[in-house]
């Protein structure tokens, strides 16, 4: 039973960790999309 445990406790540790990080990364993508397309605006 806690072979069967043990994976999905450390994919699920690794998932939560790497979910700040795609935010970061999606909201500085965001960020660089959104000046270029006010830039394009004016």
């Known amino acids: 039973m ?7 406790l450390k994919f699920g540790n690794r998932f939560l960790l790497s979910v ?12 660089v999309l959104s000046s270029i397309f006010l830039l394009f605006l004016y």
Do not use: C, H, M
């Open 2 to 8: 806690e072979g069967s445990l043990g994976l999905p």
């Open 20 to 31: 700040p990080l795609l935010l970061t990364v999606l909201s500085k993508k965001a960020s």
